[in-house]
RNA sequence: GGCCCGUUCGUCUAUCGGUUAGGACACCAGGUUUUCAACCUGGUAAGAGGGGUUCGACUCCCCUACGGGCUGCCA
């Protein structure tokens, strides 16, 4: 196992920037994240950068957004990996004097001609430049090859996989600068990782292999590899690969449905990782249990009912304050209008009645719908039922009762069960157009809680509204 | 094609040679109730298949099937 693992733990969060921040590169962020901050150590977060076409501004800024949306910081400064070309391209040559790289001359189409002239289509490709003397070097382009070891094996001690054994022989001799001068994701990222003093790589399982031809480089350079953890990939909810026909993969459009950050953090954590028992735990909870061990070796697959699940439990033990601070985040990114003062305020004394019934923002909000809007309330089209006849004749006799009465629930019960009595129907009859007439709706918090919330004069408006 | 990884209830998972294979979500039934949600109680439900090793395999080994990844002058 490599010294560096016994040194401060330093990890790190490398997407390229071609997108925004994919679900399941949030979750291999926060697992960086959360083993750097239960070890005190350091997360950083370097954007992959070095291919020019497909990389935007745009995309960085919306990775920044998704990553603060979910509340990971990162320390220091944001590394662009493209920043550090020179560095690269230094290294590049630093193996060549060392002679554990080779300048390759041959062309695309000599690779292809190569390619085509074995047996198998995919055979490894094998460069005449390996051991050319240097004096027969054209004056040509050229890329700079690892010089691979051909025999023997390349074994990864990897903290997720186990122990992995490639043969090196199925390996071939990889570009590391390319006849551009720039470098290749497979030379950058080993510099960089070294360069950052990043101890631990925890990166998804595609790189599995990578890691393999990485180790090469670290070799080359006689530098010390990382530990590493390759993670699964998260699947969509029919196993296949997540892809846009799943529906959201963005981070920010988890947002955007309402899901609060907590939840996601729970959810996600407990996503291909698992420690006993446990399933609903605040973030500091996370972070002092969090370790590698935990973490499963099969993809995992999304499933929104239990992400619904997870984000109800944590919106009913976030407080009052925080929550209406998320939701108005919440409202932006949804594009929906903000809540004015008044119906924060209203919100706010409406939040104990509903928050432990919502499972999302806008279900919070749905639930808190007879707190936020004023008069008159339009009853949809079973509310309007409840307050046919019998229901409206049970609001206008009940109205008088309610002038003169204190307005806290020991005083309201006995009047609305003794009048429920009186007039011969269970509770249940008289409850129904109470919420009509107070929310408009027939699915309501409980009757006395919108009593407490809007007020007496509030509620005798609204019961005389729906009675007349 | 080659190489690498994976496979426990529908889903997320526990188990690290000996358990009636446990928990959570979902689902079903009952309870509570003022509607819905929540909550309480109970229930249905799993080791891909086949060979080994072993007194004993979900657990270790091999094969097959299925899924995934890599095999780029993309990352």
């Known amino acids: 196992m490599s010294a560096l693992a016994d040194r401060p733990v330093v990890t790190r969060f490398a997407p ?5 921040l994919h679900i399941g590169g949030g979750r291999t962020a926060l697992f960086n994240w959360l083993y750097a901050r239960g070890r005190g150590g350091k997360f950083l977060l370097r954007i992959e ?3 020019r076409e497909r990389s935007t501004p745009e995309a960085t800024a919306a990775i920044l957004r998704g990553l603060t949306w979910l509340g990971l910081d990162w320390d220091g400064e944001v590394v662009s990996q493209f920043d550090r070309k020179d560095r690269h391209a230094d290294v590049a040559h630093a193996m060549l004097t060392r002679g554990t790289a080779y300048k390759c001359f041959s062309t695309h189409e000599e690779i292809a001609a190569f390619r085509a002239a074995s047996d198998a289509s995919y055979a490894v490709f094998r460069s005449p430049w390996r051991e050319a003397d240097p004096a027969t070097y054209p004056d040509a382009p050229y890329v700079i090859r690892m010089k691979a070891p051909r025999t023997g094996a390349t074994v990864i001690e990897d903290r997720v996989q186990g122990r992995v054994i490639i043969q090196n022989e ?3 001799d990889m570009i590391v600068l390319r006849s551009d001068g ?7 990222v080993v510099v960089d990782d070294h360069d950052m003093g990043v101890t631990h790589v925890i990166r ?7 890691a393999g031809r990485q180790q090469m480089v670290y070799a080359a350079m006689g530098w010390e590899v990382p530990v590493w953890a390759h993670i699964p990939l998260i699947h969509g909810p029919d196993g296949k690969k997540l892809s846009k026909r799943h529906g959201a993969t963005g981070i920010e459009e988890y947002q955007a449905m309402g899901y609060p950050a907590a939840g996601m953090r729970n959810y996600l954590t407990r996503l291909g990782w698992a420690h006993g028992d ?6 500091d909870k996370a972070i002092a249990m969090f370790d590698l061990d935990g973490i499963g070796r099969a993809p995992a697959r999304l499933d929104f009912k239990k992400l619904e699940n997870t984000c109800g439990h944590h919106i009913a033990m976030t407080d009052d304050a925080a929550l209406l601070h998320e939701l108005d985040g919440y409202l932006a990114a949804a594009h929906r209008p903000p809540l004015d003062a008044g119906q924060h305020a209203r919100l706010r004394a409406a939040m104990p009645a509903v928050k432990e019934r919502s499972k999302t923002f806008p279900e919070l909000l749905d639930n808190a719908y007879f707190a936020l809007n004023a008069r008159p309330v339009l009853p949809d089209e079973a509310a309007a039922r409840s307050l046919d006849s019998p229901g409206r004749d049970l609001i206008r006799a009940l109205t008088p009762r309610l ?9 309201l019960e006995p009047i609305l069960t003794v009048f429920a009595a009186e007039q011969g129907v269970g509770f249940g009859k008289l409850a129904a157009p109470i919420r009509a007439a107070l929310a408009g709706r027939t699915v309501t918090p409980s009757v006395y ?20």
Do not use: C
């Open 170 to 172: 199925t390996l071939d």
């Open 278 to 283: 446990a399933e609903i735990f605040t973030t």
């Open 204 to 210: 998804g399982d595609d790189h599995l292999n990578n």
């Open 16 to 20: 390229s920037p071609t997108g925004y």
């Open 182 to 188: 720039t470098p290749t994701y497979m030379l950058a």
């Open 449 to 468: 809680d919108m009593m407490l919330v809007i007020g007496q004069d509030e509620t005798i408006a609204r019961l005389t509204d729906a009675a007349a």
């Open 403 to 411: 002038q003169s009465a204190d307005w806290n629930k020991d005083a």
């Open 49 to 51: 950068d070095t291919d």
